[in-house]
């Protein structure tokens, strides 16, 4: 590991393999896929816990906490459930990491060398997060439906339990008892969620190291204080669309047919009502104590892997 380096100017980090290159673009992109999958992995239970705590939130319930909730799904349903769904999750976060990380880095090496430059502008940042953010979330929308929906199935009534087997079997079925489109059902705060998540992670990151730079170098030191508030970033950012995006993927109709919300406006207009303004932030410590060691894992893999295989190094 490379010693911090005291001098007052910052050492970026730079490329190993030419960032123009196809391979240190694919390398982005399977490097940030990796990243993803390891961190959910260790992360899954938590994050089930969180969609339960946002259920019950929704419906009132008096104990939301995330310590009672985990051990009512134990007791209730088994160790098992806490990873329902996690074939669903595995391929979603494949994916979603890929691009919205993978993504994010192609899209400023671009920016680096169409402008010349080796750093980018708060806004320069900002706009890479936010488009990585939003085009990886629609190429993985079918896999985050199966995977809410999968978690979501225990705690509903056994009338409205789809009893998918798998996540195949829920791609399949969702197309053929529902709409193609189903599939894509909640797009406007995915892609929300999406993009806050990106923005409140990756842009803190990468300008938070520039800053510790002086003092700790580009080194692990600075990377995992860095990753830990790009983890509270995130969790500020991304847990008010994460609700609304929970809730407008496992809605079912009721008795009269019709759905409890229309669209994003409404979910967000709805809960600020029934639940109050803090209704949008419903298992934030459930959430952050997800999201915190998962960004922390997520990001630092991730240059572990850049550095490793060449495409960055300290």
Do not use: H
Not at 60 to 67: E, L
Not at 141 to 164: H, I, K
Not at 248 to 263: E, F, I, S, V
């Amino acid at each position: 590991m490379a010693k911090p380096n005291n001098s007052n100017t910052p050492v970026p980090v730079k490329s190993a393999t030419p960032p123009s290159s196809m391979m240190s673009k694919l390398k982005n992109m399977l490097m940030g896929g990796t990243a993803g999958i390891i961190s959910i992995l260790v992360m899954y239970p938590v994050e089930t816990v969180k969609t339960r705590v946002q259920m019950k939130s929704e419906a009132r319930t008096a104990n939301i906490s995330a310590i009672g909730t985990f051990r009512e799904i134990v007791k209730n349903e088994g160790a098992k459930s806490l990873y329902m769904g996690l074939g669903a999750a595995l391929a979603r976060q494949m994916l979603f990491a890929s691009f919205r990380i993978g993504l994010f880095y192609n899209f400023c090496d671009y920016i680096k060398q169409k402008k010349k430059k080796t750093t980018l502008s708060m806004a320069e940042t900002a706009c890479s997060s936010l488009l990585a953010g939003g085009t990886a979330i629609l190429t993985v929308m079918p896999f985050d439906v199966v995977f809410v929906r999968m978690q979501a199935e225990n705690s509903l009534p056994p009338e409205q339990r789809r009893g998918y087997t798998g996540l195949f079997n829920g791609l399949s079925r969702i197309a053929k008892e529902e709409k193609v489109a189903t599939l894509w059902k909640g797009s406007i705060p995915a892609v929300a969620r999406a993009m806050a998540l990106n923005f409140g992670m990756l842009v803190p990151y990468e300008k938070c190291k520039a800053l510790f730079a002086p003092k700790l170098g580009y080194t692990y030191y600075n990377y995992i204080l860095s990753s830990a508030i790009a983890g509270l970033g995130a969790s500020i950012c991304c847990l008010p669309f994460d609700n609304a995006k929970v809730k407008l993927q496992k809605q079912t109709p009721g008795a009269d047919g019709k759905l409890p919300y229309k669209n994003l406006i409404d979910c967000m207009g709805k809960t600020l009502k029934k639940e109050g303004f803090f209704g949008y932030w419903a298992g934030f410590w459930t959430f952050y104590s997800f999201l915190f060691p998962q960004t922390v894992i997520l990001l630092l893999v991730n240059d572990f892997l850049r550095i490793k295989f060449g495409v960055s190094k300290m």
